[in-house]
């Protein structure tokens, strides 16, 4: 990237973070958002989504350091030569899914996800989906703990841990994974074209309540929820050289 003449440090609440955000700014200075040429996100991958969510509609590229658990979206933790490694970054862009849930008050609520829309059923049962996919109804009812749609760069997170594919960054295709599927049994899901649109119906859902969740923003007791790609907003991160989200993904698939 360009030279980093103004950074702007945001840290997540956790007191390493915060501390990390007051060494940096004293050695390197620091910007409000608006002016930064770079943002560095310190925490953990959480923080890393929130960030990019918040600063979605500035110009400036988001660089990550660990001062969380995971770290996934991170880049290693290092005070010195930081200005040489925003520098030599690499940057990656991504784009996020759009979820519009409807209520079963009738409220629409419209939400971004860089990870990933997941459905969970929220009471003792067993959720009971309708999948559609570009308006054409593919499963009749899926019985179910919960259903997500993934992007490539969220394939690592929740999808992952429902046994969902990891998908290469780049590969155009989405990720739809059933979490502990009743009926039909064992249904590992299906791969997508980025541009498809899957809408999910929630049958029976006064007995079998569902909330839907993107990016940790929850919506409760929904009916429907439609999920697409949404092209026209790229998120920029930037990772140190030959550690960026290819890499990882596939060095993930060797651990």
């Known amino acids: 990237m360009p030279a980093a003449r103004n950074i702007s440090f945001l840290a997540s609440d956790a007191p390493v973070a915060e501390e990390a955000q007051r060494r940096l700014a004293d ?37 990550g350091m660990n001062r969380g658990t995971v770290g996934f979206l991170m880049n290693e933790y290092a005070e010195d030569d930081l200005i040489e490694r925003l520098e030599s970054a690499e940057q990656e862009v991504i ?14 609520t419209e939400e971004l996800a860089i990870n990933e829309v997941s459905l969970l059923r929220a009471g003792p049962q067993a959720a009971k989906l ?38 290469p960054i780049g590969s155009d295709v ?19 074209p980025k541009n498809a649109v ?8 006064k007995k079998r309540p569902v909330m839907a969740d ?27 050289p030959g550690h960026g989200l290819e890499e990882r993904l596939l060095r993930e698939q060797f651990a």
């Open 214 to 240: 993107a990016d940790s923003r929850s919506v409760k007791n929904v009916v429907s929820v439609e999920i697409s790609s949404e092209p026209e907003i790229g998120h920029k991160i930037l990772f140190d």
């Open 198 to 205: 899957v809408r999910f119906d929630v049958l029976d859902a």
């Open 130 to 167: 309708r999948i559609w996919v570009d308006g054409r109804m593919r499963m009749d009812e899926l019985v179910c703990d919960g259903a997500l749609v993934s992007t490539p760069a969220g394939s690592t997170a929740y999808n992952y841990s429902a046994h969902g594919p990891i998908l």
């Open 95 to 108: 784009n996020p899914l759009r979820m519009r849930a409807e209520g079963v008050d009738g409220s629409i």
């Open 27 to 63: 050695r390197y200075g620091h910007f409000p958002p608006e002016e930064a040429d770079v943002i560095v996100a310190l925490g953990g991958d959480g923080f890393m989504l929130s960030t990019l969510h918040g600063t979605q509609e500035l110009d400036a590229p988001v660089y």
């Open 174 to 192: 989405l990720a739809l994974t059933a979490m502990a599927a009743f009926r039909p049994r064992r249904w590992r899901g299906a791969l997508l």
